[in-house]
């Protein structure tokens, strides 16, 4: 199983970057896929959600309004699209797959929830 993520870069406060994440797994739509970040000397902490129809989605408080979190089940993908970049929003973005069918509320923001992660890219955002 692999989850690749991209999209990720150096960009001016206020600006916009959108992340992908391309999985392999064979049922892809059986899993709620997560958005985490982890800045230099921080512990990885959870950005957005979706479950595995789209239906419901998850959002960190600082980025509720700003990030927008999408799937589409046809190509096993996972987008963020983020907005309005602080220099605070600067870090490695992790994508996370979980199942869906194991969910509780709650889970989607506890890393050890999730079954496969990807290997992360970086988002820089400048003052």
């Known amino acids: 199983v692999q989850l690749q993520a991209s999209g990720g870069g150096l960009v001016q406060a206020g600006g916009s970057l959108t992340l992908s994440c391309a999985a392999s797994?064979?049922?892809?739509?059986?899993?709620?896929m997560g958005w985490f970040r982890q800045a230099p000397g921080k512990e990885r902490e959870f950005v957005a959600a979706i479950n595995w129809s789209g239906y419901s989605t998850y959002y960190e408080d600082s980025v509720k309004g700003r990030f927008t979190i999408s799937r589409d089940n046809t190509r096993k993908t996972v987008y963020l699209q983020m907005n309005s970049l602080k220099p605070e929003d600067t870090a490695v973005y992790y994508c996370?797959?979980?199942?869906?069918?194991?969910?509780?509320?709650?889970?989607?923001?506890?890393?050890?929830?999730?079954?496969?992660w990807g290997q992360g890219t970086l988002v820089t955002v400048s003052s």
């Open positions: 996370a797959a979980g199942d869906d069918d194991k969910f509780y509320y709650g889970a989607h923001v506890r890393p050890p929830w999730y079954n496969y």
């Open positions: 797994l064979r049922t892809f739509n059986n899993y709620l």
